[in-house]
């Protein structure tokens, strides 16, 4: 994931965008690198990357990314919710196959099924 950032950063910086703002994209919560904010309904804003003035060198394309990154983190942190609390919220008619992210193992038993992980603002956006 992280090299697909350093891509598009590398490519930001050749092309000298003076900046890059982070989108999620609610239809299918993929991150979106754009270098002009969308006032779209169909993204939220998660932050903007300067890059203008930078060298295309390892260390600034990494420190970049990594920033990137982080703020992905921070709002999958905040977003993924699981499968009974999607379903107790929003109900299993609006649980809809698009907000399904991944599997992972259950935190609380080691036999049980994995835990599947829903976005809540997909699921929110397909309710509308």
């Given at each position: 994931m992280i090299d697909s950032y350093r891509v598009c950063v590398r490519k930001a910086i050749e092309n000298e965008l003076e900046r890059m703002y982070v989108m999620i994209d609610r239809r299918d919560?993929?991150?979106v690198?754009?270098?002009t904010k969308s006032r779209s309904k169909n993204y939220i804003h998660l932050g903007m990357v300067k890059t203008k003035g930078e060298k295309p060198t390892i260390r600034n394309i990494n420190s970049i990314a990594s920033e990137i990154s982080k703020m992905v983190r921070k709002y999958n942190h905040e977003s993924y919710i699981c499968y009974s609390r999607a379903i107790s919220e929003y109900g299993k008619k609006n649980v809809t196959d698009m907000a399904?992210?991944?599997?992972?193992?259950?935190?609380?038993y080691k036999c049980s099924a994995p835990m599947k992980l829903y976005d809540k603002n997909v699921i929110e956006f397909y309710m509308k």
């Open positions: 919560g993929y991150v690198l754009m270098s399904f992210i991944k599997e992972v193992d259950n935190p609380y």
